[in-house]
Each structure stands twice: as C-alpha cells, then as structure tokens.
C-alpha cells in the first residue's frame, strides 16, 4: 500500500513539473503585406520578421503561432490580450510606446517616395505640397504626411493597393518604408524610388506594456547578433 502511495505521489510530481515547464504557445500578430519582412508565399506568412521570431520562440522554448492581422489593428489587438507580441516592422514611436512597451530595436529604415519613372524627384516632403501622396493606413509614412496640411494624401490599406493607385495615376507619388519599396518597384516597371530627407525609423517588437517577456528576447536579439544568426537572417531576406 506504502509503496502505491509513494508512485502515486511521484507520478503527481512529474505531472505537475510538467505542466509548469511546459512551453506555452506565444501567439504573435503581424501584417503580412510589408515584403521582405512579412509576406504571403502561397498562403504561407514568411519573412525576415517570421524567420527571427521564430528563432526567438525556439531559444525560449515556446511555440511560436503567427496571426496575420491588419496593420492598424495590431496595437489594439496586443491591448486586449489576441496576441502576445507585435513584430510587423514596427518602428518605435514615443506615440505608440505610450501604449505598448518595446524591445531593443533589430532594424533601421528611412521612408522614401514611390513615383513614376517620368516624374521629377522631390528631395524632400516639403516638396510635396500641392501633389497628391498615397499613404498607407497607420505607417509612419503616413503621420508624416498628415502633419503637413498643405499635402493632399490619399489613404490605402496596402502597399499593393496605393502602387495600383500610383500606377493609374490617381496619386503622385507614395511614401513608405524603403526595404519594403524596393521590394515592390523591383516587380513594377514603370516606377522608381527617390530617396529623400527622412528621419531613421527603428524597428522592435512589441509586447504588452512590461512584460518581462519583452528583456527576454532582449538576451535572445543580443545573442542572435553576437553569434551570426542575425546575420544569417539578413543575408536571406536582403540580397
Ligand atoms: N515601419 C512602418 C510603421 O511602423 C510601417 C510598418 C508596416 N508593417 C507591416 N507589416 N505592414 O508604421
């Protein structure tokens, strides 16, 4: 009887170590229309973003399941609890840090202008007064160009949705993210970028606000770097 008692009471214990390291799936949401970092490839979210962020899910121990969601829902999406963490090329602004808390940043960019091969090059936004420019709904292009009430801007949902708009010429011009422009004018003919003055944007995943989840993957960004899997990343997204 003594002996039954004392298996049960082991089994007990391993069942319940069990359930305390077992490793809970962390639900992550992007937007996958922001090529390199996350695209669709035949109903398939990949991308330099997905790439890291599973390897950070791997390093933790944790599952890692990707929510394709629309760009200006995910902040909200974090704030009631869908998912666990943002990561969509999301440039930390103190606007969107007064709601969410970020890690270290893993990429730089600029904005730059999408504009038909013909057209002539602004060099800067300021140049834009007067011209219609395509935005996308919620990127940081598009603060930008709203805080300038002289430019005309046209919102879209996509990037694919504004280069259409460019392309029949609705719009002059599109502001946006510069990896993800060139990716998109790589396959569009008739367009081109202009780099133009713009403020370095820095990209970071997105927690709930003090997670302590959030300095964990801060030690992950940090050995990613240091032992080239970063680089390895980049290498197959950035050629
Ligand atoms: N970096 C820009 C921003 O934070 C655009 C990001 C868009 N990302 C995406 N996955 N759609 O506003």
Known sequence: MKKIFKITKILVMIFLLNTITQSKTIIVGT???????????????VGFDIELVQEIGKRLNRPIKI?????DGLIPALQVGKVDLLIAGMTKTPERAKFVGFT???????????V???????????ELKGQKVGVILGFTGDL??????????????TIFSAIMALNTGKVDSIIVDSAPAKSYVAENKKLKIVEIESAEEKYAIAGKKNSPL?????????????????????????K
């Open 31 to 45: 937007n996958a229309e922001f090529a390199p970092f996350e695209y669709l490839d035949e109903n398939k979210i």
């Open 67 to 71: 929510k394709n969601l629309s760009f």
């Open 104 to 114: 270290n940043d893993y990429f730089v960019a600029k904005q730059v202008l999408i």
């Open 116 to 126: 038909r091969k013909d057209a002539v090059e602004p060099k800067k936004v300021e």
């Open 144 to 157: 930008i160009i709203t805080k300038i009430p002289e430019i005309k801007s046209e919102k879209y949902n």
């Open 214 to 238: 959030l300095e964990e993957i801060n030690v992950i960004l940090a050995e990613m770097l240091k032992d080239g899997t970063y680089d390895k990343i980049v290498k197959k997204y950035f």
